[in-house]
């Protein structure tokens, strides 16, 4: 499940890119879209309450997956887009320190040296300094810090509501919200029959990854399942080159590496744990 997330995501964001000249709230809305007119008759025809159960949960983990989604799609539209997704992917590490807060999951020091790894590699990424372009980086790690949240939030709601209940959540807050914004802006760009498609394609690869995810923070703990979002800076590299011909450099490569390597690392040791326990 994870793996099929990693492959819809990295398609996802490379749609956002090229339709990088739309407002993002326009692009948001199509994201969400697809979910707004898929998941309720399948959740009618199964007979699943709309509603769900946890409903505050439910409500709260939308509303920062639409913050999340917003710095997101900003730092992919105006940073290279291996970055942009590299520093996304920071994320796990929030995730071990959240989820040992809010779930009670075992965090040892060795797991906070894994961490330090992933920092520095985020720190080549970055180039720390004072200019202006380091502003999208920081938004970027902002937004790897609250989908931390977001993501510890599903594994805690598989015990109360269905993955199609979340999903559909999902989609109907930050779709509705996304929408209530571009009408207040007035700046919504009418697409030619191609953007159309592409939007409309943003939405529906969307659902597929959304679902995943979903899935697959239900299916086991969040500490391992993390792991195979570092496919995505993969998927995303090669995408980017081939679609827009944008090479890393060199800081950022071993800064990617580092953090793929410091995952890795916390996965086998998780999975150590795991058979100890």
Known sequence: MMIIATICFSIMVLLVKYLRHYPLTEIIFFRSLAIMLIIPPILKKNKIPFLGNNRFLLIVRCLISGIIMACYFYTVTVMNLTDAITLKQLSPFFIIILASIWLGEKITLKQYVIFIIAFLG???IIKPGFRLDIFPA??????AILTAGSHVAVRNLRLTDHPLVIVNYFGYIIGLISLGILLLQGN???????????????GFVGLGGQFALTKAYQLAPAKLVSLYLYLQIIFGAFLAILFFKEIPDILSIFGALLIIASGYLNFKYSKKERKNV
């Open 188 to 202: 919504f760009v009418f697409p030619d029959a191609f953007n159309l498609f592409i939007l409309f394609l943003l």
């Open 138 to 143: 920081i938004i970027g790690i902002i937004s």
């Open 122 to 124: 985020a720190l080549l």
